[in-house]
């Protein structure tokens, strides 16, 4: 059974912080690695992909991941309150594009 | 370029009744999948489907089915409704097979069963 773990929150951070938000992965085989935004009553919304070791970069988020830990995070700089949403984890295997979900994470940027 | 596109957006269904929900997704995109998300289970896949034909199948029961035409466009069939199959169902497009390309979600159809 593979798994995608989440701490479902919820993340409470003050506007202009740094957001971090974790995800770990069962299984060795995971190839491909997705941040998702999901507001309430809407459907997710790809932010960020991985496919390799380290960190990647995009405007105010960064995601790093650590196969050998199974570990990918997402940070967001410079919170701001639209950035108030649901955050999903997913991870895909090599073929094909099934996605394995965490629960996500809530979190909340406070004015 | 117009996003994934799904129809109804909402639906109201007895229970013991079918129904079926359709996907057309990015223009270009081959592969489509569908998942169902409600508050306790989240995000679950149900299939995928690749040039019509389905090429992965998430642990759903029979009456959940799918197909793909040759234009891409996916339909989704859920028969014999029960009131637990009442969650969002989202229909997610992606380019080809894996490497390195996204999933991208349609706004997805609010299924009610009662």
């Known amino acids: 059974q593979k798994e995608v773990e989440q701490n479902s929150g919820p993340l409470s951070v003050p506007e202009g912080a740094i957001a971090s938000l974790n995800c770990t992965y069962s299984?060795?085989?995971?190839?491909?690695f997705f941040w998702y935004r999901q507001y309430s009553g809407k459907s997710p919304e790809l932010i960020m992909s991985?496919?390799?070791?380290g960190d990647k970069e995009d405007g105010r988020f960064t995601a790093q991941l650590n196969k050998a830990s199974q570990y990918v995070s997402l940070l967001i700089r410079d919170s701001q309150p639209s950035d108030s949403a649901t955050y999903l984890c997913?991870?895909?295997?090599?073929?094909?594009?099934?996605?394995?979900f965490g629960g996500g994470t809530r979190l909340m940027v406070k004015p | 370029k117009a996003g994934v596109t799904q129809t109804p957006r909402y639906l109201i269904k007895t229970r013991g009744q079918q129904v079926t929900l359709s996907c057309s997704p990015i223009?270009?995109?081959?592969?489509v999948s569908w998942y169902q998300q409600t508050p306790g289970q989240g995000l679950q896949f149900l299939f995928e489907?690749?040039?019509?034909?389905?090429?992965n199948k998430g642990n759903f029961p029979g009456r959940f089915s799918g197909r793909q035409f040759s234009n891409s466009r996916s339909e989704m069939n859920v028969s014999t409704l029960e009131l637990g199959d009442s969650a969002l169902y989202l229909c997610?497009?992606?380019?080809?097979?894996?490497?390195?390309?996204?999933?991208?979600f349609g706004q997805g159809t609010r299924l009610t069963v009662v």
């Open positions: 997610a497009s992606s380019l080809a097979s894996g490497g390195q390309g996204g999933t991208f």
């Open positions: 299984d060795r085989g995971s190839q491909s």
């Open positions: 991985i496919y390799s070791n």
């Open positions: 997913a991870v895909r295997e090599g073929a094909g594009n099934m996605l394995t």
């Open positions: 223009s270009g995109h081959r592969s």
């Open positions: 489907y690749f040039s019509e034909t389905q090429r």
